[in-house]
């Protein structure tokens, strides 16, 4: 079965703060619920015992941290005075002493959270704090993502059969064609970039068949993501920032599409691309 785009997140972001932060382990989950988090995805550990695990708020230090919604660290875990010890047999079992935990926080919310561990009892210093609080910054980010792509997808649930019909339905599709097609590259999981493409060519061909009379046109993914922001109306520099690319790079990619579709305006490009069944 493959795997969620929850895990593939969550290993990414694990396997990055081992790495910036040298902890030999890390390891995580997301809330079920506003106050219960499960610990799906383990880097490093020598047994099972962490995973599966189900954090409340408030208990341990992951609880500490999902209940104070900010990190939260022990020098010696089975010592430390300042935490509940409800999972002491787990943290045990790994032989773990000085352990991070640092809340994933969307919109204010808290979504999950990230842990990294010692093996012995070493107070953890700010470059480990960072690289921690960065990871979460990843799962946050990608969270995000998923929320708005959820948002957007269920804009185009709306079956839009006659754009003369339902002018203002149809420029919501068209906005959210633009703005899907500009999440796609931050999305990290295959199967959900795949998907999100399927959605954008379903949306582009909202329309019908190609106009007839009109050339079949093959355009690069970040043309045509371009070209869309343009028929948003948007210049290069605004369809930099939202494409994460420079404004040159947004020339040229324009350039060549207009090129490709015979356009000499950016106009000319967007009109040609609809007719090509590239845009909605």
């Known amino acids: 079965m493959p795997e969620s785009v929850d895990a593939i997140e969550m290993q990414a972001a694990l396997l990055r703060l081992r790495r910036t932060s040298g902890l030999p382990v890390a390891f995580g989950g997301l809330l079920s619920d506003t106050r219960h988090a499960r610990i799906a995805e383990l880097n490093g550990a020598h047994t099972a015992a962490l995973r599966g695990l189900v954090i409340s708020a408030g208990s341990g230090l992951g609880g500490k941290s999902i209940a104070l919604s900010r990190p939260c660290a022990v020098t010696d875990y089975h010592s430390s005075r300042h935490i509940s010890h409800e999972y002491d047999m787990a943290v045990a079992a ?9 809340p994933v926080v969307v919109r204010r919310k808290v979504r999950g959270v990230l ?4 093996r012995e009892p070493l107070t953890l210093g700010d470059r480990t704090f960072d690289a921690a609080v960065a990871a979460a910054r ?11 792509v959820q948002q957007l997808l269920a804009v185009t649930r709306e079956e839009v059969t006659d754009p003369r019909a339902a002018p203002e339905a149809w420029e919501d599709v068209r ?3 633009r703005e899907l097609r500009a999440l796609v590259p931050k999305v990290l999981d295959p ?13 582009a061909s909202a329309a019908g068949a ?6 079949e046109v093959l355009l690069a993914p970040r043309e045509v993501d371009v070209l869309a922001c343009v028929a ?6 605004v369809a930099a920032d939202r494409l994460g690319l420079r404004p040159e790079t947004v020339k040229g990619y324009l350039r060549s599409a207009m090129r490709k579709l015979g356009a000499h305006t950016r106009l000319e490009a967007v009109v040609a691309a609809r007719r090509a069944g590239l845009l909605p």
Do not use: K, M, W
């Not at 190609?210 to 050339?215: E, K």
């Not at 948003?232 to 520099?237: I, Q, R, S």
């Open 138 to 148: 990843d799962v946050e980010q990608a969270l995000a993502v998923r929320d708005e």
């Open 210 to 215: 190609r106009a007839p009379g009109s050339r």
């Open 191 to 203: 199967a959900l970039r795949d998907e999100l493409l399927a959605v954008c060519g379903r949306l």
């Open 115 to 118: 842990y990294g561990a010692l």
């Open 232 to 237: 948003a109306g948007a210049t290069n520099a």
């Open 94 to 102: 790994e032989g773990l002493r000085s352990v991070v935990a640092v």
């Open 175 to 177: 906005e959210a064609h």
